[in-house]
């Protein structure tokens, strides 16, 4: 004797358990990698929303600033620090670690940025 309702309710499980990794990664899929955020601030020299999309622009004006004019002078000031226009002395000195933070967008957005054939990273 077959039993119709056992087997309709058997596919329907192996249906779903086959395709789980699909659904269940389903919206969660782009979802951008959790960094380590720094624990000496609350806030980035700009906003966090800004800085994600265009931290590699502000890098950039950086570096051709002092490079052109030596003017490392920056006019933002987080609590009573100030801070100057550096990958090094700036961005660093919060996020200590390249390896938690930069390195893991990056690799999931696959941008390896050639700054530290020079610039040297923080020790971890
Ligand atoms: C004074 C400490 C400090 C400095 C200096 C600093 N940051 Fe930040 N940064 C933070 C903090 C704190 C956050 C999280 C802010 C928030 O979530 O509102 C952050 C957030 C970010 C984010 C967004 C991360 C995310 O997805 O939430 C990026 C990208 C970033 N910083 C890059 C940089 C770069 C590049 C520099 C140098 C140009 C820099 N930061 C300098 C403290 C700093
Ligand atoms: C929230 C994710 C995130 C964090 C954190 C982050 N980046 Fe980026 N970064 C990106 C993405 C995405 C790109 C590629 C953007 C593009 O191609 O438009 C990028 C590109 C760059 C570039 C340009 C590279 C190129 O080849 O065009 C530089 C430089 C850079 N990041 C520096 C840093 C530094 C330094 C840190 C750590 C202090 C950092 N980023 C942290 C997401 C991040
Ligand atoms: C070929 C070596 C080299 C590479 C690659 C390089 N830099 Fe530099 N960078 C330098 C030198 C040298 C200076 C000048 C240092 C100084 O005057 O303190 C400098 C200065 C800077 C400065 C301003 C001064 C400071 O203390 O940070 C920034 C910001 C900067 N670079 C960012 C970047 C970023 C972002 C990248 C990658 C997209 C990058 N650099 C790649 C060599 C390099």
Redesign the pocket.
Known sequence: MYDGGKIITGLILFVLLVTFPIWYNHGNAGA?PK?E??K??????????E??TS??Q??NE?RDKVLRTGDRSFDVK??D?E?Q???MN??????ISKKK??DK?HSYASVKPYCWDCHVAPVE
């Open positions: 951008v960094v955020l720094p000496v601030a609350k806030e980035c020299v700009l906003p966090a929303s800085m994600r931290h590699m502000l890098l950086w987080i609590g620090k801070y226009k550096s990958l700036t961005c660093m000195q919060c996020h933070f930069c967008c």
